[in-house]
């Protein structure tokens, strides 16, 4: 069955620095997710891309993120300045256009900021 | 606005008993629910979902759960717990609005099997 893959699995880094993670969602998926779950707490809406573009964000998404899908097959997430409270497990999820269709989820790229 | 509430962030239960995991969901619109499973150090994976038709929809390991509308709940059960079904359970909603139908997701119910 079809996956979508997240690299790497654990992510550490700088405050301060640059971080990208990546996903490959299905292929024949045409919405792309990241979600975020920090330690303990729920799992938290980040942004939706559809079409090559934000079709939405959580007030979460600040200007520190970007996504983008830069060859039709990546699907990547870029905080540009980490902050310690950016620690969490990233998700990336994808699915088909009918809108009752389930997400499909990654394993996660656990990112710890130190 | 759609959302979920899951009661009992924490349940145990022997091997072999009955499973119950609760979410009430809250929603002005006929609700698409999902019910999201994540072993340890591992992503989420669907369990089973609810969109139209049966209210009582079967999903993987053994894993069922029924919408009831009275009751705006879709509680999650399995007739016998097995030591491999130890994880956290999520259930989430569809959000209406925008082009995306993102999911909000509970908090979260951790499931503990002993022996």
């Known amino acids: 069955e079809p996956e979508v893959t997240q690299t790497p699995s654990h992510q550490v880094t700088q405050m301060g620095q640059e971080v990208i993670l990546r996903c490959v969602p299905i292929?024949?998926?045409?919405?792309f997710y990241w979600y975020r779950q920090i330690l303990g707490q729920k799992v938290e809406f980040l942004v939706s891309?559809?079409?090559?573009?934000?079709?939405?964000k959580s007030e979460i998404f600040d200007d520190q993120f970007s996504v983008e899908r830069p060859d039709g097959s990546n699907f990547t997430l870029k905080i540009r300045s980490t902050k310690l409270e950016d620690s969490a497990m990233y998700f990336c999820a994808s699915k088909m256009r009918s809108s009752n269709q389930p997400q499909h989820f990654g394993d996660g790229t656990r990112l710890s900021i130190l | 606005a759609q959302s979920v509430t899951q009661l009992g962030s924490h349940v145990s239960v022997s091997e072999g008993a009955l499973v119950l995991l609760r979410c009430n969901y809250s929603s002005s619109v006929p609700p698409y629910l999902f019910w999201y499973v994540q072993y340890p150090n591992q992503g989420l994976q669907l369990l089973l979902k609810y969109t139209t038709g049966a209210t009582l929809v079967k999903g993987i390991n053994g894993f069922e759960a029924e919408f009831k509308k009275s009751e705006t709940s879709f509680h999650l059960t399995k007739p016998s717990a097995h030591m491999s079904d130890a994880a956290e359970y999520f259930c989430a909603v569809i959000r209406y609005g925008g082009a995306t139908n993102k999911l909000i997701f509970g908090t979260g119910t951790l499931l503990a099997v002993q022996p």
């Open positions: 292929s024949n998926h045409l919405y």
């Open positions: 891309f559809y079409n090559n573009e934000i079709s939405e």
